[in-house]
C-alpha cells in the first residue's frame, strides 16, 4: 500500500492550499498522514492522522528540534512511499531528520513556495539560506518549483530531480460562477455603490507592503476610492494610524479574515499586489480568474502571472508615484480596464487546479513507480520552457 507523509510548518497550509492535492492523492491510493504543528482541526476527517509536532515559523526556535526528532519517529514507525515537505522551516529541519530513510526507499520532496533568496533580496537572505538550500538539495529526490526564478535557480544547485508546476492550482470556475448582488455587499462593506474598488488581500505584514498603497490613495485625492484589504496580521494598527494621517481613514478598510473573498473580488474594480517578495500568489491568481485589472510589484511570481502592460502593470514594490499612475490609468481607461481582464481570465487556464493536479499525479507516479506516467506531460511542459 502506497503511503505518504505531507509536512509543513503549520497544517493551516494544508488547508488553505493542499486539500485538493490530498484528494488526488487519495484518488490514486495513497494513504495519506499530515505533520505540522496543529492550528486548524479541519482536516482531521480528510487524512489517516494528523501527527501534531510543534515546527514554529521562524527557524531560530529550539522547538523545531523538537519537532524534528518527533517526525524521525513518525517516520521510523511507518513505511512511507514519498515525504513531502511545504514551508521553508519544516522543510529544512524536516529534511535533515528524515535523510536516513532515503536508504529504505522512501523518497523525499520539496516543494518550494519562493525561495527567501531571490534577485534583489537583502545579502543577509542569500547568505544565510542560499547556502541551505543548496545543501539540502543533494537529501532531497524530488524539488518542486513554482515559479521560473526559483527553478532556473535549482537547476544550478545541480539537484537529482527539478521540476517546475504552475503553482497549487487555481479553481476557476468557482470564481466564474459566482453571482454577487454588487450594490448590497458593497452596503454590507460600508462601501458606496458608486465606488472604485481596490483590493488587496494578505497578510497585514511588512512584506505585503500594504502602506504604499495607502500613500498612492492618498496622494491621488480622487474622493470615491476605497481600498480595501482582507486579512489579518501585526501591521493593522500601524495601517490604521497611517491612514488617519494621510486623512484617509474612511477610505480604507482593513476586513480582517474573510469567507467571502471570492465575493469580495466581485464588487472590486482593480487588485492592487505590492509585495516584496513572492512564490506565486494564490490571491493574485484568484483575482486574475476573477477578471479583475491589477497592479502589481515587479517580483518574482508576479511577474510570471502579470506581464507589463496585458493584464495589468508591473511596479517596483516602493514606487508610490508607480502605483498612483497604475490606479489612475486603469480609472480613466475603462477600455484598457477590460481588456486586461480579459487578459487574466485567459491566463489563468494555464494555472488551473485540474492542470496542477495533473502534473502532480505523474510527479507522484514517477516517484514510485507503481504506474506509467500518464502522459509526457513533466517532460514536454520543461523541455519548452525557453527560460531555461
Known amino acids: 500500500m502506497k503511503r505518504i507523509l505531507i509536512c509543513t510548518t503549520i497544517l493551516t497550509t494544508i488547508k488553505a492550499f493542499l486539500i485538493p492535492h490530498i484528494k488526488a492523492l487519495q484518488d490514486m491510493g495513497f494513504i495519506v498522514d499530515v505533520a505540522g504543528n496543529k492550528d486548524v482541526n479541519e482536516i482531521d476527517e480528510l487524512v489517516n492522522n494528523v501527527y501534531n509536532i510543534p515546527y514554529q515559523r521562524t527557524p531560530f526556535s529550539k522547538l523545531n528540534i523538537v519537532a524534528s526528532r518527533q517526525l524521525k519517529e513518525i517516520v521510523r514507525n511507518n513505511h512511507y512511499s514519498i515525504i513531502h515537505f511545504h514551508t521553508p522551516v519544516a522543510s529544512a529541519f524536516g529534511r535533515w531528520a528524515v535523510k536516513e530513510f532515503r536508504k529504505n526507499g522512501s523518497k523525499v520532496v520539496y516543494t518550494a513556495h519562493g525561495f527567501h533568496f531571490f534577485k534583489g533580496a537583502p545579502l543577509v537572505n542569500w547568505l544565510v539560506f542560499y547556502p541551505v538550500e543548496r545543501f539540502l538539495s543533494h537529501y532531497t529526490d524530488m524539488i518542486i518549483t513554482i515559479n521560473k526564478e526559483d527553478y532556473a535557480r535549482v537547476r544550478s544547485f545541480k539537484a537529482e530531480n527539478v521540476e517546475y508546476v504552475p503553482g497549487v492550482g487555481v479553481n476557476i470556475s468557482k ?191 514517477q516517484l ?18 525557453n527560460w531555461h
Open 175 to 365: 470564481f466564474l460562477k459566482i453571482n454577487v448582488d454588487k450594490k448590497a455587499k458593497r452596503k454590507e462593506l460600508g462601501i458606496p455603490e458608486e465606488a472604485i474598488v481596490l483590493l488587496s488581500v494578505g497578510e497585514l505584514n511588512v512584506n505585503k507592503n500594504h502602506g504604499v498603497v495607502i500613500k498612492a490613495v492618498a496622494n491621488l485625492n480622487y474622493p470615491n476610492i476605497y481600498y480595501v484589504v482582507c486579512g489579518t496580521g501585526e501591521r493593522e494598527g500601524y495601517l490604521k494610524r497611517l491612514a488617519i494621517s494621510l486623512g484617509i481613514s474612511d477610505k480604507v478598510k482593513l476586513l480582517g479574515f474573510r469567507d467571502d473573498v471570492s465575493e469580495i473580488y466581485k464588487i472590486s474594480n482593480m487588485f492592487i499586489f505590492p509585495s516584496f517578495r513572492e512564490g506565486l500568489s494564490v490571491a493574485l491568481m484568484e483575482a486574475m480568474a476573477s477578471g479583475l485589472p491589477v497592479a502589481c510589484s515587479e517580483i518574482r511570481g508576479n511577474s510570471d502571472l502579470i506581464e507589463n502592460g496585458k493584464g495589468g502593470y508591473l511596479i517596483q514594490p516602493g514606487n508610490v508615484r508607480g502605483f498612483e499612475k497604475a490606479i489612475e490609468s486603469i480609472i480613466i481607461h475603462s477600455n484598457m480596464s477590460y481588456h486586461f481582464a480579459k487578459e487574466n481570465c485567459n491566463k489563468m487556464k494555464s494555472f488551473e487546479s485540474k492542470n496542477v493536479l495533473r502534473h502532480m499525479k505523474n510527479i507522484y507516479n
Open 368 to 385: 514510485t513507480n507503481y504506474d506509467k506516467l500518464e502522459d509526457k506531460y513533466i517532460r514536454t511542459t520543461n523541455e519548452e520552457l
